[in-house]
């Protein structure tokens, strides 16, 4: 046996742990439970660069990485973010292994969102395939290629519910409703974690819990939320990616109902790990627990650990000094308990022994180019791009012709790579990404496709926190753009067009964290440029880039066809052009209730019945209450009929039964379709939704074909939390049951549940 025993792999993981535990001092304990961001991997200073010259805050910046690396070096940090490269990853992790006295491995992790180096679309696109192992192979690929540069755990996947599209973060999850976010969370999962190998990453759903809820939309505010809310809606995703089995969950920063979620142990504790018995880390989100003091829940650092690591937050992420490194003092005054402290570190070097890093912690540098180079990764984006486009209308210009059409290109984010990819990607190469204009001159062979950018890049009132992370420079308006001039010019161009092609959209700067917006409004220069242009005659297809819903009304009420193809990634132009051409049939659906405006946010199908049914569509005096589009919208190159529907006469509480029914495809293409299952429970000790989705399948059919579809309606998707209750219950009641391609399917049965 090794004398020191946490070092013989032969050992239980168990017994390794307990082992190391026992070796090591309070100081090192609160290091382990500490993560740093490591700019060094974007911060470079010149040796003779006077840094007195700078102010303090800027200082504090530049000198970060040194401060890591010592930081290391002492034994007061467990785990980095931000190391992106594998030869960086294996400096830091040497000097972990070879400088300290325990020798304890590093954990790195990872904002590895929707890929790597190969970029998928943005995570509400891969929601709206409405393919949860489209979502598991899109992870896969990117865990393989994370893995490859060194990373161990990704922040991810987000399994946030909202119904906000004000909210920047929308564009991260699933949208929002907790059957399809379920779904998701977990194939994510799976996908990340694989048989947590070589090529696989540690999941870590978040933020845990009701982050999506922020009052206004607005990112970091707090979120009030009901009980049977958050019970019925926002939390179960997270249940979900821990069966899935996720080895880790972030916190959430925001208040939840008074009390910050990372100081919460009714949530972190009674809920997470004693009723969904969650048995891995809670890492928090960037200076989370620092936050405390500052959200005055925390009277200060030493109170801020001490309540985070009571609630059962066991690894602070934190930027430059950790509120954890109070732990010792926090120890010795009584606040909290040497078991508490414990428990923390068993838990997160429980992960470390499961990863086999204390036997192998090192990235391979000479395998990570040929990984991340793969080719079959860049047709697995491409694939899935095609998949989560939404075709929201067409008049029947869609899709082009094959030849002979001039096709006129309109718009700056037509040929935009670094907005192709959308937010939350730092590893990417801009030269390998396809555009929406590149896509379409390649698909058209010797078709003409001219293209007038004619619109401004928007710019934000308050920059983005990200950009700074850039490696290249960010689209911008030329100094010479006029834009009088410019939409002149694409007038023309589109009057000597067969068809008109406008890219609409936000920047990938103006979504994602601490990106919300007041309103849903398209920059006026998009509307006006698809007005004139419209005005040419011309048929026009809009297509939509975006994360999150935008007012659409005078588009829906004007031209020809809309397509929503979200931010998507790296091969996106190539699926983009596929779809407009008809190679493929597009059968994406919408992930959330698509608004009017601004005014009807936040809007969602499955609301209540409430007073005045009948007047659900007049809420409002001056238009309808109405969405736009609703849930599980998506129009097809080719049309369905749903027919034969059975279900149980009688289902008893506690019994499962089953929903058939048959789907004929009536056109003359292949094409996917989403079947969408919906209930709403007549009477019981709660009231329920007009409609809940419990259950769909993506279908693959040829022209004329049929397919007879079984889903189960049981307990699972039968019991609700009540408030009268307080506890999960389900109901003899009478069940409405539908069937259809969104969720205002009108094929009906019912069913009655009895005692």
Request: hydrophobic fraction near 40%; proline fraction near 6%; charge should be negative.
């Amino acid at each position: 046996m090794h004398e020191m025993a946490y070092r013989d792999p032969a050992l239980p993981v168990e017994d390794r742990v307990n082992d190391l535990l026992h070796r090591m001092s309070a100081e090192e304990k609160a290091g382990q439970l500490t993560q740093f961001f490591y700019f060094g991997s974007f911060t470079a200073v010149p040796d003779d660069f006077d840094l007195e010259s700078l102010p303090p805050e800027h200082r504090a910046f530049v000198e970060q990485p040194a401060m890591v690396r010592q930081a290391v070096r002492d034994g007061r940090a467990g785990s980095l973010l931000f190391v992106k490269d594998a030869a960086v990853a294996n400096q830091m992790q040497r000097i972990a292994m070879d400088e300290t006295p325990l020798g304890i491995p590093l954990i790195f992790g990872y904002d590895v969102i929707h890929g790597f180096r190969t970029i998928f679309p943005a995570p509400i696109g891969i929601a709206a395939s409405w393919d949860p192992q489209l979502a598991e192979d899109a992870q896969s690929v990117a865990a393989r290629e994370a893995r490859a540069a060194g990373i161990h755990w990704t922040f991810a996947p987000m399994v946030d519910i909202t119904r906000d599209g004000r909210w920047g973060r929308i564009f991260e999850g699933a949208g929002e409703d907790p059957c399809l976010g379920s779904a998701m969370a977990a194939a994510q999962v799976r996908g990340f974690q694989g048989d947590l190998g070589r090529e696989s990453l540690i999941a870590g759903p978040k933020h845990f819990a009701g982050y999506g809820a922020s009052a206004g939309g607005r990112d970091y505010d707090d979120a009030d939320i009901s009980d049977a809310e958050l019970h019925n809606v926002y939390l179960p995703p997270f249940r979900a990616a821990i069966d899935a089995g996720a080895g880790n969950v972030m916190s959430a920063y925001m208040d939840l109902n008074g009390v910050p979620a990372s100081g919460n142990r009714w949530l972190l504790t009674d809920v997470l790990r004693d009723q969904y018995g969650f048995d891995g880390w809670v890492v928090s989100d960037a200076n989370a627990v620092r936050s405390l003091e500052t959200q005055h829940f925390a009277k200060d650092l030493t109170d801020a650990g001490a309540r985070a690591l009571g609630a059962g937050l066991d690894m602070e992420m934190c930027m430059f000094e950790p509120a954890y490194a109070n732990l010792p003092s926090a120890l010795e005054q009584g606040l909290v308990t040497k078991d508490a402290l414990d428990q923390a570190v068993h838990r997160v070097l429980t992960a470390k022994f499961r990863m086999g890093l204390f036997e192998n912690p090192w990235a391979d540098e000479e395998q990570a180019p040929p990984v991340l180079g793969r080719d079959d990764h860049r047709e697995a984006s491409r694939t899935a791009a095609e998949r989560a486009t939404v075709l929201l209308k067409n008049s029947g210009v869609l899709p082009l012709a094959d030849g002979g059409q001039r096709i006129g290109v309109f718009g700056h984010l037509a040929d935009s790579r670094r907005d192709t990819l959308g937010p939350w990607v730092f590893a990417h190469d801009l030269d390998e990404t396809v555009t929406i204009l590149a896509g379409l001159r390649a698909r058209a062979g010797d078709v003409e496709v001219e293209f007038v950018p004619a619109t401004a890049v928007p710019q934000r009132l308050s920059p983005s926190i990200f950009d700074q992370q850039e490696t290249t420079p960010l689209p911008a308006t030329p100094a010479d753009f006029d834009a009088a001039t410019e939409r002149a010019r694409a007038v023309e161009t589109a009057k000597t067009c067969d068809v008109a092609v406008v890219v609409l959209g936000q920047p990938q700067n103006m979504i994602g964290e601490n990106a919300s917006v007041s309103t849903l409004d398209l920059p006026e220069d998009q509307i006006e440029l698809l007005k004139a242009i419209h005005a040419t005659g011309t048929p026009t297809v809009a297509v939509v880039m975006t994360g999150r819903p935008v007012d659409l009304r005078w588009a829906q009420h004007n031209v020809e066809a809309i397509v929503q193809v979200w931010y998507p990634g790296t091969r996106g132009g190539e699926a983009v052009a596929r779809v407009l051409f008809g190679d493929v049939s597009p059968a994406g659906r919408l992930p959330f209730t698509w608004p009017r405006h601004v005014g009807h946010v936040p809007i969602h199908y499955a609301h209540h019945r409430t007073f005045a049914p009948q007047d659900q569509d007049k809420r409002y005096w001056d238009e309808p209450s109405t969405p736009l589009y609703p849930f599980g919208h998506g129009l097809s190159y080719s049309s369905f009929e749903y027919g034969d529907l059975e279900v149980p006469e009688n289902l008893g509480v506690g019994e499962t039964g089953e929903v058939r029914f048959t789907v004929t495809n009536t056109g003359e293409s292949t094409s996917d379709e989403v079947v969408q299952l919906y209930i709403h429970q007549r009477h019981g000790t709660s009231s329920r939704p007009v409609r809940a989705l419990k259950g769909f399948q993506r279908l693959h059919l040829g022209p004329g074909e049929s397919r007879q579809v079984t889903l189960e309606l049981g307990p699972e998707q039968l019991r609700y939390w009540s408030a009268v209750t307080r506890d999960w219950i389900q109901d003899a009641t009478v069940l409405d049951v539908w069937v259809g391609g969104d969720s205002t399917a009108e094929l009906t049965a019912t069913v009655t549940v009895t005692a």
